[in-house]
């Protein structure tokens, strides 16, 4: 094992736990996409007996910068309702307050209307929705930190970029390790902005958008950007 192996198992606990599944079927780790509170299912399949459903996410934060996209802005690849809605022209704009950002927060309305009226698909299974949040991700790679968490903002908007199955029961179940490489760019980014922007508690911050997704971070990692 390098040391950039040993460096994460150390620095990086994850708190949801990992399955062992058979051989025949995938590792996962199972989380419910929307729920913002971090109490996530452990098990992938629904015939278990000793799952609890988590909660449902709370309402929309009051106030909250509302960014509305439709089946037009999905197809060109627009950005234009979120900078409108935000104010935000660019990741460097001057027009952005990142404290105001920080406490208004960040939420989507998706009104997509689908081809086939009976798919049975979630909006995060459809490959044109996820393209234009990978695109949005791209040129604000920052945004998870101000999404409106307590509404399942944070977990919904991890489901349009990393990969996951669905389950009837317990909602998106992602794929343990792209979800865990997600976590940690997020975190390189995420600190490194909040820094940039004089934010107090960075570190604080940091970790509580990780543990929205069930990820615990140590300050030895901090340390080591810090360096």
Do not use: C
Request: proline share 8%; aromatic share 10%; no cysteine.
């Amino acid at each position: 094992m390098d040391l950039l192996q040993i460096k994460l198992g150390t620095l990086l606990f994850p708190s949801i736990q990992l399955h062992t599944i058979p051989h025949q079927q995938r590792q996962v780790a199972a989380g419910v996409a929307f729920n913002p509170s971090g109490n996530y299912d452990l098990s992938l399949y629904d015939d278990e007996n000793d799952i609890q459903k988590a909660p449902p996410p709370m309402p929309p934060t009051e106030g909250r910068y509302e960014v509305v996209i439709d089946n037009d802005t999905i197809r060109r690849l627009d950005l234009s309702p979120f900078d409108s809605a935000t104010g935000i022209t660019s990741p460097l704009s001057a027009n952005a307050n990142p404290k105001e950002l920080l406490e208004r927060t960040i939420g989507f309305t998706i009104n997509y209307t689908r081809e086939d009226e009976y798919d049975p698909r979630e909006l995060s299974e459809f490959p044109d929705i996820r393209l234009w949040f990978i695109r949005l991700d791209a040129v604000y790679p920052w945004l998870p930190v101000v999404l409106d968490w307590r509404s399942g903002e944070l977990a919904r908007y991890a489901a349009m970029l990393v990969p996951h199955q669905m389950s009837m029961r317990m909602g998106v179940v992602f794929n343990p390790e792209a979800l865990e490489l997600f976590i940690m760019q997020k975190v390189f980014v995420v600190y490194s902005w909040l820094k940039e922007n004089d934010i107090p508690m960075p570190r604080l911050k940091t970790k509580d958008m990780a543990r929205m997704l069930g990820f615990g971070i140590g300050d030895e990692l901090f340390d080591l950007i810090d360096k």
